[in-house]
């Protein structure tokens, strides 16, 4: 199998793949998936190996870098696979593998043209564009022919983005039993909708997902949307993110636009829950806007709108500390802009057994710099945070 790890390593590091199918499986019912096909995407992020699962009932996708494609593809091979048709710009190979492990690849001329990346980003959506859809026709963002209307394409990137990092959170959460899902600030939720469809009719996982908002309207048009769909496991509740007590246990927290401090209480609540995974997109941020100062930044604080974006900046990075602090592995990603707010900033946390004694004094030195005294986030959190920050 060696040789095979290096032709594989060879094609992928150089890239020249253009598509490769894995199949007949060796031992059935060992995996659940029958089939592997992989294919290059040009992403924002760059360019990544799409890796399509395909099982009896379902497909599934997951983006890799090319170190992980090639140890996936490995795996796949010596542990689930006999058989590998493998196209690249220079030649196609044949790979068999028999019973006994004996490995044989065969080389033909190439048959395939090489893929057009630039015109691949379409074809990377986990919804894709031309195959109708209910819960996004029932929105109006595409017709029933599956064509994304026009003022509405904004929307279904924007879906798409989310749907990835949510991709991206599955493989890293227990999802053997029902996963609780609260969506902070719904609006008028074609996220949450997005979030139901992938996780219930995508990954058929069993979920139960509640949106919370504090517009009446809204939440009687949400649910009168998901009771059209069949989305029995949907519900769309009135109400204020601190007054929220509707589950004892939540797995995943999600918020995209709760302003100012309801995005604390939002993360607040997730921490409290020991929440395995959230999703949040702060909105506007005022906190810090009168607070923060150091006399090195006066040329940037005395700028009214440079001052506003610096303090968004500084009260998202607390909030990202402040959760490594607690046991999460704390990214921010930029994500797509609101309909109503210009802010593109994504913090997704996952829960970890482990715990940043460095994000203790990074958080402390960080306020001190800053001449901040406490937050909101850190006085709603004092009985967890205590026993790290102040024995420092």
Known sequence: MEDIALLIEDIIQDEKLIYTVLSNLKKKGEATFSKVSIKPVLLKEGKKLQFTYEYEKKVTH??????????????????????????TIEADYQILISKKGKATILKKKPTKENIDLSHNRKKAYIIEEGKPNNFLIRLG??????????????????????????????????????????????????????????????????????????????????????????????????????????LDRVDMVVT??????????????????????ILSVPCCQHELLDIIHNPIMIPMEKHGII???????????????????????????????????PKNVLIRAIKTDNQSKDAVKQYLDFKKFWGIEELYIEKALEERLKKYIHSN
């Open 62 to 87: 997951n983006n890799m870098d090319f170190k992980e494609a090639t140890l996936e593809i490995n795996k796949l091979l010596n542990d689930y696979f006999r058989q590998a048709m493998i196209f």
């Open 141 to 246: 963002v595409m017709n029933e022919n599956g064509k994304v209307l026009s003022k509405k394409y904004d929307k279904f990137k924007q879906i798409n983005r989310f749907l990835e990092m949510v991709a991206d959170v599955i493989p890293k959460i227990k999802t053997d039993k029902t996963l609780n899902i609260v969506d902070f600030g719904c609006g008028k939720s074609y996220l949450t909708f997005a979030l139901y469809h992938y996780l219930v009719d995508m990954l058929q996982l069993d979920v139960n997902i509640i949106g919370l908002d504090l517009k009446h309207d809204v939440i009687n048009f949400c649910n009168e949307v998901a009771c059209d769909l069949s989305y029995d496991r949907l519900k769309f509740i009135h109400g204020d993110i601190k007054d929220f007590k509707e």
């Open 256 to 277: 995209l636009h709760a302003c100012d401090t309801a995005t604390d209480a939002a993360l607040v609540k997730a921490v409290n829950w020991e929440a395995q995974a």
């Open 307 to 341: 001052k506003e974006k610096l303090s968004s900046l500084v009260t998202d990075s607390i909030r990202a500390n402040v959760l490594e602090i607690l046991g999460y592995s704390t990214q921010l990603l930029e994500f797509i802009d609101m309909e109503h707010t």
